[in-house]
């Protein structure tokens, strides 16, 4: 028989993250083990004191039984007790938090939940593709903001169509901001929320590096500008490497929490209990937290510098685990992806382009850099880093 994928999966463009892991396996066909700055997936070991935890939990969970869909009343009020430690919110666990299965799943599907198809939905390019993936498995239409260098990468609200905020049910924001790095400030949250409160539209913050800073300053959460129409999609992921854990969270507004709820218990069974018990152990510390931050404080210091004596001018980035490495004067961001694959300096980074969705006109804005994913260890960051600087542009 004939085997027809759905046209919504054959339309989908080619997952950028391909053509990295191409690019890389050539290499290493050539006996060269590249230096792989391209997935941003830090492979470094799960804290210890969480893998116990887990541990502990599997014999307390000996019988399995299904998941609670929204998340157990003791993980719900972990995240309530952290997001007041961390931010100052007054989070209602039992109905202003949601478990997600990792932000990933709880973004793509939010949209089946709030999009009717025909709805606009507001996107930041470059951005994280479960954003639009989610809008056009919806039937819901895109429109992508440009994240400029000149406006700070943050997005021009007022250069927003008419037409298009009135069509729009949802924006999103992602900040720290991958890939720029730019760390957010309550003002600017605050001038998103008036926006949003004007133009009735879902303000839904991406925070999944909201525990990646570099400065003095920990970046807000835009649950602190308002919680009238704002829902905010973290997860341990990245806090507490547990990217293969997958256990995230959803905390706002409880009739978005509401909505999301009954959308989440028709499409999926929640996070394992046992992984919600091991991130209610991950949430009671911060020591792993800030061991983590400064070792991507020592990554980026590192490349940042290599870059600037090679030449090029330097984004160093306030927050997130990426730099956005403008590229040489003269070459496309392909062009500089291949120039730092070259076998002497074997170094992988994902074209700005590919990661980056055409916006009105056609102007692609990850055209003219890369993006490099500080998840080697110190020690081939240290390696690259001197085979970088030694390169002149
Ligand atoms: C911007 C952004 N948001 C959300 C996520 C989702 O992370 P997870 O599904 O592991 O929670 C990622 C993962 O790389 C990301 O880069």
Redesign the pocket.
Known sequence: MEIKAAKRISALPVYAFKLVKDAVAELEAKGITPIDFGV??PAIPTPALIREATKVALDERASSGYPSYIGELAFREAVAKWSQRRFGLNLDPKTEISS????????FNFHEAFVNPGDTVIIPSP??P?YSRGTWFSEGKTWFYPLDEENGFLPDLEAIPADVAEAARIIWI?YP??PSGVSPSLDFYKRVYQWTQKHNIILAS?E??SEFYFGDEQPPTALQAGRDGVIV??????RSAM?GY???WVAGDERIVEVFRKMKTNTDSGTPTFIQDSAIAAFGDETHVDEMREQYRVKRDLMTAAFEKAGLKVNSPEG?LYIWQRVPTGMTSQEFASELMKPEIAVVTTPGNLIAEEVDGGRNPGEGYVRLALTPTIENVKIAAERISRMRF
Not at 100 to 107: A, H
């Open positions: 941003g997936d997600t299965i990792g932000s990933k799943e709880g973004i951005g994280y479960p992602n901001n991958s991406d999944a590096y999609f973290n997860s341990l992921s990245k990217t997958r256990v995230g997130t």
